[in-house]
Structure formats: C-alpha cells, structure tokens
C-alpha cells in the first residue's frame, strides 16, 4: 500500500529528530534508516532533506558538526539538542492523539 507524500511531508521534522534520537547520524545514513525502516518505500529527497537540517539547526533543535571519518570526503553529523528532545516528544504526544482522533472518525465501528 502506497502513502502519499503529502501525508509524509508534514512529519518530516519529527522523522528525522526520531532518527537522531537513536544517536548522532549524518543525511545520507538518515534516509538510508528511512529506507531500510519503510522497506524502500519512504526515503527524502536530498533538498528536502537539506532544508529541514537547516530549519532544524536554526530552531535550536539539532546542532551539527564535521565528522572525522578518515580518508575522503567529511561528513556533516547532525546531534539533536535537550530543546529537540522535548519537541520530539511534544510532536510523538501529537502524533499519538492525532492517530487516536483518526482511527475514532474513519472507524466504521459504532460508538
């Protein structure tokens, strides 16, 4: 079954707080766990992916830093902040009542 985009796009900030809530991750390894995660059904694309670093970064959420992965080119990690962390489970707390509220209103299920 196919999701829109649309449907995703809303959630992409909390996608990628919830991955760096797992550890400190650089974009290319985030949409590869969105991938793998989603069956290679989901993954970001590198603008999109790019613009919410930046909006994310400035709102203090995420910090980011060069990584010293050895020969080639560097990487740019991105660590979620303690602010992140509180937004990240403001917006899971949202995600769960907004889940509630849908599954109660498309139900065929009587009340």
């Not at 796009?9 to 760096?20: A, K, M, P, V």
């Amino acid at each position: 079954m196919s999701i829109s985009s649309d449907t995703l796009r809303g959630h992409t900030d909390t996608i990628i707080l919830t991955q760096l809530m797992r550890g400190d991750s650089y974009g290319y390894a985030i949409n590869k766990s969105v991938q793998q995660r989603t069956s290679g059904g989901h993954g970001f694309k590198e603008a999109t992916l790019y613009t919410a670093f930046k909006r994310l970064e400035t709102a203090g959420l995420i910090t980011s830093y060069w990584g010293e992965d050895g020969p080639g080119a560097r990487r740019r990690y991105y660590a979620i902040t303690e602010a992140g962390r509180r937004q990240w489970e403001e917006n899971f707390q949202e995600w769960q009542t907004t889940r509630d509220l849908l599954d109660a209103l498309i139900s065929l299920e009587e009340v």
